[in-house]
Nanobody
């Protein structure tokens, strides 16, 4: 089992930045594929970014490409999401997820989930 705890969310003005963190405990973090997803009110959960076990391969959704960057520090058992140039449409609860095999943008292929952290971007 893996426990994931997100932090770093909050209220920010459009154009601002936030960095989300996801602390992992339990199973060896460095073996896990990790990802970020988000869910806005009344909408389905949406893929944001994913990273392989070493951090050498990443993939970002088109909606955040060039603005968001996923990274990880295996020595600290922590996943990050640096969010720059935030827009009101980025407002959502952000979830980190881990586990599964291969490379995937589909939420159901991830085994472990955090409780989420709220990001609100004001215009």
């Amino acid at each position: 089992q893996v426990q994931l705890v997100e932090s770093g969310g909050g209220l920010v003005q459009a154009g601002g930045s936030l960095r989300l963190s996801c602390a992992a405990s339990g199973r060896t973090f460095s073996n896990l594929r990790m990802g970020w997803f988000r869910q806005a009110p009344g909408k389905e959960r949406e893929f944001v970014a994913t990273i392989n076990w070493s951090g050498g391969t990443t993939f970002h959704a088109d909606s955040v490409k060039g603005r968001f960057t996923i990274s990880r520090d295996n020595a600290k058992n922590t996943l990050y999401l640096q969010m720059n140039s935030l827009k009101p449409e980025d407002t959502a609860v952000y979830y980190c997820a881990g586990g599964g095999l291969g490379f995937s943008t589909v939420s159901t292929t991830y085994d472990y989930w955090g409780q989420g952290t709220q990001v609100t971007v004001s215009s």
